[in-house]
Structure formats: structure tokens, C-alpha cells
């Protein structure tokens, strides 16, 4: 997992521990879920899915995000301003 990745994950669950505590207005609900695939060539693939549901439940709204362990940190960047944009909360 690269630095950015790790920093991304950090990131993203303190904005889920504020959701969880009612801390973001417009978001309810908020899941990162990450998927490893072993390659044939014995290579592992690694990425994570970020989910956000906005609005009261039932969620009229729920938009995912998903960057990879080789994605660069302008991606990540710009992956963590459309979540922060989605939610109205500072990622």
C-alpha cells in the first residue's frame, strides 16, 4: 500500500467516525471496502471502494469513489474533493 493510499484510508475514516457520531449533516451512512486480487502472474492487485449515502434513510443518494494502490496522489486528491463536495464535509 503506498503512502498516499494510507493517507487517503486515514483520512476517510476519521470523516467516517463523524458520520457514525452524527457530525455530518447531509451523509448518514459512509463504507470503505477494499478488494485484492491475485493476478496469474502471482502479481496483487489492490483497491478500495468508498461508499456515501446522502440524506435521510432511505437514502435517496449513494455515489461510490474507488482508487487503487497505484493510483497517484493527484487522483486520490481529486477523489477526496468530490467525496468532501458529495457530503459538505472537509475530507
Known sequence: MTREVKKAVTRIRRVQDAVYNNKV??????????N???????EVMTWWTVFAH????????CRSWTFADDS???????ILKE?????????
Open 72 to 78: 497517484t496522489a493527484e487522483d486520490i486528491e481529486g
Open 54 to 61: 446522502q440524506g435521510e434513510p432511505p437514502a435517496k443518494a
Open 83 to 91: 467525496l468532501s463536495e458529495y457530503i459538505e464535509h472537509e475530507v
Open 25 to 34: 449533516g447531509i451523509c448518514h451512512s459512509m463504507s470503505i471496502h477494499t
Open 36 to 42: 485484492t486480487l491475485v493476478r496469474c502472474d502471482g
